[in-house]
């Protein structure tokens, strides 16, 4: 008896390029370089990701990684998640301002509309905001229902515009993942640039039944708590892996044209009294070379597209 | 099921017949770059998921994506300047969707082999026609896009039946004869080759491929850092250098271009290869190459001493 279907030797997507019709197939090497203003060779994007992850996670259809994972309530993961948005978020401000890097920040809706106190402080920065979905616990996910995620993302943009007083263009879903609508949809909420696929290490074009998005390069890779609660290395080793990364694009910049260092941080993960330390090195270090563009994500997307 | 695969014999490592590698070499080096294609929406195994989220499933898609976008030149020109031919684990659906990254490797000579369709398919629950014909397409596959006869097979995303190396060597014959199917990287057993025993009595050796030493296992599973990846790289050399004095050794390094190409991880990389090549007494080259070598000039002795060594004390209980 056969246990798989005939079909599973049959593969209607085998030809050339992409197996879906989202963008089309590149390698870096045979693209344009890219010059930055001033004649800088990387780009740094400090994204920090503002979250709230909900005590009554409902998980669907998963557990959103560095959410709830012990029975109800979960006060030590609830916690320690809240104290990145009381704490470390101000140990953070301090530290761009000292190294006068400029950040970019990703906010859950859902924590703009509790914390008034944190939203007026980032207004009066003029940082650019982007949204990371409604909470955490808010996944956009395949087999997801139509009408239900197009009001997700509707609540999601209509309600952090408003609060933050900024347009808005640029998303990052909830542990950066999607239905196969999300882009359609993000298009359609005046989206012009997101975060989810991890695939490039310069922005490309990315297709929807809406119109064009641009697809930024943040990868997940060095991502702090990708490397600290997920592979579990120190800090210290977050940030040697971010010098090397650095070291390595700076060198391809000579070659290759201008190269983007995306760094996805958490205050709860970095913000530590222990970690933060690593976070100021590397501010240091970047803030203090000469070949770097401290940049948004907006900027530096403008910057791609004016000379790509 | 069975209780041993039965496709080797015991051969305990201690006074083997010494190996000695082209131009007296004690080690032999190759590094076998997985470059695979795997599907955003591929049918469902009963036995395993190709995904932990419902599709489309972006973590894993898109960072392998990434590995053939940028990846893939950047291990490439590391493995240029190294003197380095890739020996190519390849998903051979890529010769279909990315072309330009095979002829990048037919211009360097590097060796193709197979690693299935498609790593987003799996032999678990094939019938061995099926898995025959899967064999069959990508062996066909590689010699239509490079000219070459596929010499080696990596079970895709190292799924197997009880036939795997049998019907892969078989098929090889049925195309080539001799020249196809005759080594497996599936095993994980000796730090030498081995002669593989198969039910068509074909010689055919297992080339040791690590999974120690694999960058995905490293990475994904160990979780480790990119310096300590690099050290270990260096800390299996240094063992298997020495001990290649008394019979040769073969060290592998079977990487992804969508781990060890990433920017905080390719500098510790090239700083083990710089270290390895940088020793006299190495053979750098591809798995056919060593599969060929040990076939024509050992493969025999090894049976002589497998068979001797399991007369001394009696054959596996």
């Not at chain 1, 990868?219 to 070291?247: C, K, M, R």
């Not at chain 2, 032999?28 to 929406?41: K, R, S, T």
């Not at chain 2, 590995?67 to 380095?84: A, F």
Request: some cysteine.
């Amino acid at each position: 008896m056969a246990l798989l279907d005939k079909d599973y030797l049959n593969y209607p997507e085998r030809s050339y390029g992409m197996d879906h019709d989202r963008y089309e197939w590149s390698m870096l090497q045979d693209r344009k370089a890219i010059a930055w203003p001033n004649g800088k060779k990387v780009a740094v994007w400090i994204n920090v990701g503002l979250q709230y992850f909900p005590l009554n996670q409902k998980g669907i259809p998963f557990k959103v990684p560095g959410g709830m994972t012990k029975p109800y309530p979960d006060l030590r993961h609830y916690s320690l998640r809240d104290y990145g948005n009381r704490v470390g978020v101000y140990r953070f401000l301090k530290a761009f301002d000292r190294y006068g890097i400029i950040p970019t920040f990703a906010m859950n809706t859902r924590l703009a509309e509790r914390l008034p106190y944190l939203v007026g402080t980032l207004k009066e920065r003029q940082n650019e905001i982007l949204c990371h979905g409604y909470h955490m616990d808010s996944l956009h996910y395949g087999g997801q229902d139509l009408k239900e995620e197009k009001a997700l993302v509707q609540k999601s943009l209509d309600g952090l515009r408003e609060l933050m007083g900024q347009e808005i263009k640029g998303w990052i879903s909830p542990a950066k993942n999607e239905s196969a609508n999300t882009p359609d949809i993000l298009a359609n909420n005046g989206i012009s640039y997101f975060c989810n696929w991890v695939n490039d290490d310069m922005p490309y074009n990315f297709k929807t039944k809406n119109g064009l998005l641009t697809a930024m390069p943040l990868p997940t890779e060095l991502d702090d708590y990708f490397i600290i609660n997920h592979n579990l290395h120190s800090a210290q080793d977050w940030a040697e892996q971010v010098e090397d990364a650095f070291g390595f694009l700076l060198k391809e910049s000579a070659t290759e044209g201008g190269r983007i260092l995306g760094l996805n941080i958490h205050p709860w993960v970095l913000g530590q009294p222990h970690r933060i330390q690593y976070l100021e090195r590397i501010l240091d270090y970047l803030g203090n070379h000469d070949d770097i563009w401290t940049a948004s994500a907006s900027d530096i997307l403008k910057a791609w597209k004016d000379n790509s | 099921m069975k209780e041993d695969p039965g496709y080797y014999d015991y051969w305990p490592y201690e006074n083997r017949p010494k190996i000695t590698w082209p131009n007296g070499a004690k080690l032999a080096f190759w590094v076998a770059p997985n470059i695979e294609f795997y599907e955003l929406d591929p049918p469902d195994n009963p036995f395993r998921k190709p995904w932990p989220q419902p599709s489309p499933a972006l973590p894993g898609y898109t960072s392998r994506d990434w590995g053939n976008r940028v990846g893939h030149v950047r291990q490439m020109e590391l493995l240029d300047k190294y003197g380095i031919r890739g020996s190519i684990s390849l998903s051979t659906a890529l010769c279909d969707h990315h072309p330009e990254i095979i002829e990048l490797c037919k211009e360097r000579n590097w060796e193709f082999f197979s690693h299935g369709i498609y790593n987003t398919r799996y032999t678990y629950g094939m019938t061995e026609s099926q898995e025959r014909e899967m064999i069959k397409d990508s062996i066909a596959t590689i010699y239509k896009h490079t000219g070459q006869k596929c010499a080696g097979y990596l079970a895709p995303a190292l799924s197997h039946s009880e036939h795997t190396l049998d019907l892969f060597a078989e098929v090889g014959t049925e195309l080539f004869g001799d020249e196809a199917g005759f080594y497996s990287c599936d095993l994980f057993h000796d730090d030498q080759p081995t002669p593989i025993n198969l039910r068509n009595g074909k010689r055919f050796a297992s080339i040791p491929y690590s999974l120690e030493m694999n960058d995905t296992i490293a990475y994904l599973v160990q979780k480790i850092t990119p310096r300590r990846y690099g050290k270990e790289l260096m800390d299996n050399f240094d063992r298997l250098y020495a001990e290649g004095a008394e019979s040769g050794t073969i060290m592998c390094i079977p990487t992804h271009n969508y781990q060890v190409s990433n920017a905080h991880r390719i500098k510790a990389y090239e700083q083990a290869l710089e270290y390895i090549t940088g020793h006299p007494d190495v053979w750098v080259t591809t798995g056919k190459e060593i599969a060929q070598y040990f076939l024509d000039n050992y493969y025999d002795t090894a049976l002589e001493d497998i068979n001797a060594k399991n007369q001394r004390y009696g054959p596996i209980g």
